[in-house]
């Protein structure tokens, strides 16, 4: 079974930055595919990054292109998405997933592509 903890969350203005962190546990990740998702109130889940098992592969949702980075390190067995320029519209719980399969060196951007989900971290952008 893994668990995944995400932190990092919070409350920030209008063009400041945030750091995710999403710390994986009963399980080494290093060949697992993994994601940030996030959730806004009344919206449905959408997908925001994803990184290939290597790291040497990303992707972005359009909104996010240039201003969020994700990274992984695997000898941590941990997630990141640095949050730069953040706008209101990024409010919203940020979730991280693995997928528990090994996979292709690629990035996956379909949630049911991910096996395992942390309970999420709040983050808040006021203007």
């Known amino acids: 079974q893994v668990q995944l903890v995400e932190s990092g969350g919070g409350l920030v203005e209008a063009g400041g930055s945030l750091r995710l962190s999403c710390a994986a546990s009963g399980r080494t990740l290093s060949g697992y595919a993994m994601g940030w998702f996030r959730q806004a109130p009344g919206k449905a889940r959408e997908f925001v990054a994803a990184?290939?098992?290597?790291?040497?592969?990303?992707y972005y949702t359009d909104s996010v292109k240039g201003r969020f980075t994700i990274s992984r390190d695997n000898a941590k067995n941990t997630l990141y998405l640095q949050m730069n320029s953040l706008k209101q519209d990024d409010t919203a719980i940020y979730y991280c997933?693995?997928?528990?399969?090994?996979?292709?060196?690629?990035?996956?951007?379909?949630?049911?592509?991910?096996?395992?989900w942390g309970q999420g971290t709040q983050v808040t952008v006021s203007s």
């Open positions: 990184i290939s098992w290597s790291g040497s592969s990303t």
């Open positions: 997933a693995a997928k528990g399969t090994f996979s292709r060196n690629v990035a996956y951007a379909g949630l049911s592509e991910y096996h395992y």
